[in-house]
């Protein structure tokens, strides 16, 4: 027998030791909560505040079933099997043609049934979440990952933050809806062919959003419900400029300066790891620093924003140590001491223990700010690069971790979440002291993201990745896939990271392929460590890595899609404005612009960036040449050559070392190619 009850605006029904609650949770959307007994309090997932946008649910309660219709969204709940006592089911439908979107599935006819739960008297455990799979269904978003598929029907993700894996469980229906596994537990989720399974290691109780629309109104619904990005800043849409390690002040203003004598746009140089005195000083070493107020200044009058590498690391040699450890404010252990990874820092002749700071922590937040603000924030720094913030713990043992939040095998997803919001609400704090709304606006450059980061000025780039043409085509797919996550702001290291010479031909070729996809990802950004490399540790460099680096031919291609970046911007300002309000990425999927189109849902080497551009990167060595699918329902523009293409078409597109692909939507006027002289534009 069940047990009906209407809770507010939510639908809430009892079975033997199960309480299951179906709530309205924006438009067109709902949250499903489920516990054995009773549902917990509080959580530490993305859904904490209710959109305020929805019109009225309504409840109806039959005998031994009831739907909650939101919009159109419609959730019935019944029993599966009436002549076994199961428990309830789920099953939602578009309310507007009654088709099933989305039902729950019994892992066993009897038992157990679509919710799982092996508990303990800690009220936590395993628990499992079936729906039915479909066999023409294709699965888009869950963040960024490296197996190098835009369509993730068929695979089992780990739900778990590593280096280049950013886990953000929420995924993109072709069937017409989206779902948010609300969990930041260690876990896995399933797409197979017999089931979709989510599970949790550890959980106090089940926690899944479910939205419906076109794939642009589930983007909105599921922005609404986690939280919108902020505008992006105008400055961070230029370059930004990077390697491995500037060794000083002087090396890094002669970078910027070089930029300025060779006319190239550079909004953004970045000072990467061990410019510090010691991890968790958070200050810059005065021996490679001397006067960092004037390279401020002369970075000012050029126009150029220093970014600052920012690990949640502590050394037990930091300033900062003994009282966070005192504290409380560093990561915990169930077992062993409160330290989770190794590194030479500063001065070190072999690889130390370090500790972590724990962000799920207030005060951890309070007093890593107060620190960051007088040693970087009152310098003028305002851009920071938060890496690492996996976190990057070795051996990756989350179970072990002991976190404000709760066990790290419970919350450890929502690490980078709250480091971001560290700095977001340092930033706004800031400038609420100063008066000055500019002061909050920054881009938190981070290695790893949760549901919800977006809202914090997270921006997240692709990791350590090698500079090699598979990973190339590894981040088409994983940038558009996090664009479905919910974040806006991303890219990658430009050329790849783990080394790439730059005498070499072969990588000269794949650096100018990497800079025309690189400029229309939503930040345009070269970094990496290139050959030769050294051991890990405070005293490297790295190779150069500069505009100019790769040789004459490359440099003169290179130029030209820095200039061309630069006539894009206002356009992307425009795309990105449309980020923050609606929840629309810049850069994605074919199948976001073109859902009725069949073919756009297939295409996973291609993407839109925003409405009017097209663009297909050349991911092949020695390439001149690809095959180009052009959405029906438009005409297309080749943007280098003008020739003029009819939509629902492939075709062969020559392609050039010094062209890329781009299309644009018949009648749109957006600036790729540089106006002639005495041609208007």
């Not at 620093?289 to 690990?311: C, F, H, T």
């Not at 603000?373 to 851009?383: C, I, Q």
């Not at 031909?505 to 950004?525: N, S, T």
């Not at 297309?636 to 299309?663: F, M």
Request: proline share 7%.
């Amino acid at each position: 027998m069940f047990t009906f009850s209407q809770v507010g605006d939510a639908l809430e029904v009892r079975h033997q030791h199960e309480v299951v609650r179906v709530e309205p949770w924006g438009t067109d959307s709902v949250r499903v909560r489920a516990a054995q007994g009773s549902l917990p309090a509080t959580d530490v997932g993305a859904l904490q505040d209710r959109p305020d946008n929805a019109v009225a649910a309504s409840i109806s309660i039959v005998g031994q079933a009831a739907t909650l219709i939101n919009g159109d969204l419609t959730v019935e709940i019944t029993n599966a099997e009436l002549e076994w006592p199961t428990p309830p089911r789920l099953r939602f439908l578009r309310t507007s043609t009654g088709e099933e979107l989305l039902a729950e599935q019994e892992e066993h006819f009897w038992w157990p049934g679509a919710r799982v739960y092996y508990g303990n008297r800690a009220a936590s455990g395993e628990i499992h979440q079936g729906f039915q799979a479909y066999p023409d269904e294709r699965l888009y978003g869950m963040g960024q990952r490296t197996h190098g598929r835009l369509n993730h029907k068929g695979l089992a993700l780990d739900l778990i933050q590593r280096n280049a894996e950013v886990s953000i469980p929420f995924v993109l229906s072709s069937r017409g809806y989206g779902l948010l596994w609300n969990n930041p537990a260690v876990g896995r989720v399933e797409f197979a062919d017999n089931v979709t399974r989510w599970t949790a290691a550890q959980a106090p109780a089940i926690d899944y959003f479910v939205t419906t629309g076109s794939p642009a109104q589930i983007l909105s619904n599921y922005a609404d419900a986690t939280g919108h990005a902020p505008r992006l800043p105008e400055w961070a849409s230029g370059f930004w400029q990077c390697k491995l390690r500037y060794r000083s002040q002087e090396e890094l203003l002669e970078v910027a300066r070089e930029y300025r004598r060779l006319g190239l746009p550079l909004s953004v140089i970045v000072t990467d790891f061990f410019h510090w005195t010691a991890m968790g000083d958070f200050k810059l070493d005065p021996a490679e620093y001397p006067d960092p107020k004037a390279m401020m200044r002369e970075l000012d009058e050029m126009g150029v924003r220093l970014m600052v590498s920012i690990w949640p690391t502590v050394s037990p040699l930091s300033e900062n140590y003994e009282a966070m450890r005192d504290r409380g404010l560093l990561l915990g252990s169930d077992q062993g001491l409160e330290f989770h990874a190794t590194i030479r820092d500063k001065g070190m002749e072999v690889a130390s223990p370090i500790a972590f700071y724990d962000p799920t922590n207030p005060a951890t937040r309070e007093f890593v700010w107060s620190v960051v603000k007088d040693n970087y924030y009152d310098l003028g720094v305002r851009v920071w690069w938060l890496d690492a913030c996996e976190p990057e713990i070795n051996p990756g043992t989350h179970a072990n971790l002991a976190m404000y939040a709760g066990p790290g095998a419970q919350v450890a997803g929502i690490y980078p979440r709250d480091n971001a919001r560290l700095f977001a609400e340092g930033m706004a704090q800031a400038a609420a002291e100063s008066g000055n709304a500019e002061d909050a606006e920054t881009v938190l450059l981070c290695r790893s993201a949760w549901a919800g980061s977006q809202k914090y000025s997270a921006a997240v780039w692709s990791g350590d990745i090698p500079p090699t043409w598979e990973s190339l085509r590894q981040q088409v797919r994983a940038g558009l896939s996090i664009a479905i996550a919910g974040i806006p702001w991303w890219t990658t290291d430009i050329g790849g990271f783990h080394g790439g010479d730059p005498d070499d031909p072969e990588f000269r070729e794949l650096v100018v392929r990497w800079f025309q996809y690189g400029a229309f990802c939503p930040l345009f950004r070269l970094h990496g460590n290139r050959e030769p490399r050294e051991f890990t540790g405070w005293d490297v460099s790295g190779g150069p890595n500069e505009a100019w680096s790769f040789g004459p031919e490359a440099y003169e291609i290179i130029k030209s899609v820095m200039l061309m970046r630069e006539r894009l911007r206002p356009y992307l300002h425009q795309q990105l404005d449309r980020a923050s309000a609606e929840g629309l990425p810049a850069m994605r999927p074919l199948f976001v612009d073109f859902p009725d189109d069949p073919e756009a849902w297939t295409v996973e080497d291609q993407m839109m960036f925003g409405p009017d551009v097209l663009v297909a990167p050349i991911l092949e060595r020695g390439a001149r040449s690809r095959a180009v699918y052009l959405p029906a329902g438009t005409r297309w523009v080749h943007a280098w050559s003008g020739e003029v293409h009819d939509g629902g078409l492939r075709i062969d597109q020559t392609a050039p070392l010094s062209e890329i692909p781009v299309y644009l939507r018949h009648g749109a006027d957006v600036p790729v190619v540089a106006p002639q002289p005495g041609v208007s534009a």
